[in-house]
C-alpha cells in the first residue's frame, strides 16, 4: 500500500520558518516527481512547489519564490522549507507524487492526507 505521510506543520508567528516533510513509503519513490500544494477551506488546492525526480529541477508558484525551497533525498523524503512565512500561508499543506514532469495543477497519482500550518500576525 502506498503511503506519503506529511509531518512538521504547526503554528508559527509571521516571519517564522516551518519545515515540512513527507515520507513516502509502500513503493521507491526515487523516480517519481513530487509536488506540495496547499488549500484553504472552501479554495482549490495549490501548488506551491515541486521537485524532479533527479533533484535537478525546482519549480515554485510566484507567492512562496524565494521564500519556501523543496528538497528530497535518497531515503524517500521530501522538505519543503518555508521561511519568512505569512499570515496568507496559512493552509492546509499536502505533498503529492507522480510519474513526469512537474506540474501545477493536481494530476499527480499519489497524496497525503496534508498538514495544517497556521501563521499568526
Known amino acids: 500500500q502506498v503511503q506519503l505521510v506529511e509531518s512538521g506543520g504547526g503554528l508559527v508567528q509571521a516571519g517564522g520558518s516551518l519545515r515540512l516533510s513527507c515520507a513516502a513509503s509502500?513503493?521507491?519513490?526515487?523516480?517519481?516527481?513530487m509536488g506540495w500544494f496547499r488549500q484553504v477551506p472552501g479554495k482549490e488546492r495549490n501548488f506551491v512547489g515541486g521537485i524532479s525526480w533527479t533533484g535537478g529541477n525546482k519549480f515554485y508558484a510566484e507567492p512562496v519564490k524565494g521564500r519556501f525551497t523543496v528538497s528530497r533525498d535518497a531515503n524517500n523524503t521530501v522538505a519543503l522549507q518555508m521561511n519568512s512565512l505569512k499570515p496568507e500561508d496559512t493552509a492546509v499543506y499536502y505533498c503529492?507524487?507522480?510519474?513526469?514532469?512537474?506540474?501545477?495543477?493536481?494530476?499527480?497519482?499519489?497524496w497525503g492526507k496534508g498538514t495544517q500550518v497556521t501563521v499568526s500576525s
Open positions: 509502500g513503493r521507491t519513490f526515487t523516480s517519481y516527481t
Open positions: 503529492a507524487a507522480r510519474r513526469g514532469a512537474v506540474v501545477v495543477t493536481t494530476s499527480y497519482d499519489y
